[in-house]
């Protein structure tokens, strides 16, 4: 369950910063995104140790370089396709006007794909936590 609760720390606050931004309480904004900024990067450290030995350990130890290459392939292609997506998802919710499409849509689609992420790690195997013997 802490996932899901990283999930929800990441994609609720988000859209809230620009209404503290506007509420005029700068010392009240900053405290927020520090506290909120050193979860983040905490969590990204987590998670990301996290996914390095469930990856570590689906394999055998002969295959963990292939693995490991696939891994930060695919890692790598998402990180070059998210900002095109968000960016283009943003520029579209500028141009409707109705709840949850307007300018909220990005943050919605991505919080919940975030929380379906979540969901989906509850459905890895349990022998993911032991490594696997080599052959």
């Known amino acids: ?36 900024g050193l979860t983040v990067r905490f969590s990204f450290s987590a998670v990301f140790t996290s996914i390095s030995i469930f990856v570590n350990n689906s ?17 790598s292609t ?16 500028l141009h409707v006007n109705t709840f949850p499409a307007d300018a909220h849509f990005v ?4 919080g919940a794909l975030l929380t379906a992420c979540v969901f989906l790690t509850a459905l890895l195997p349990e022998r993911l936590n032991r490594q696997l013997k080599g052959a």
Do not use: E, K, M, Q
């Open 1 to 36: 369950f802490f996932f899901l609760f990283v999930a929800i720390l990441f994609s609720v606050p988000t859209p809230t910063i620009a209404v503290l931004a506007r509420a005029h309480y700068p010392s009240l904004l900053w405290a927020f995104l520090v506290v909120w």
């Open 59 to 75: 394999v055998d130890s002969s295959c963990v370089a292939t693995v490991n290459g696939l891994a930060l392939t695919v890692t």
């Open 78 to 93: 998402a990180r070059a396709f998210s900002p095109a997506v968000a960016g283009a998802l943003f520029a579209w919710s």
């Open 107 to 110: 943050y919605i689609f991505f």
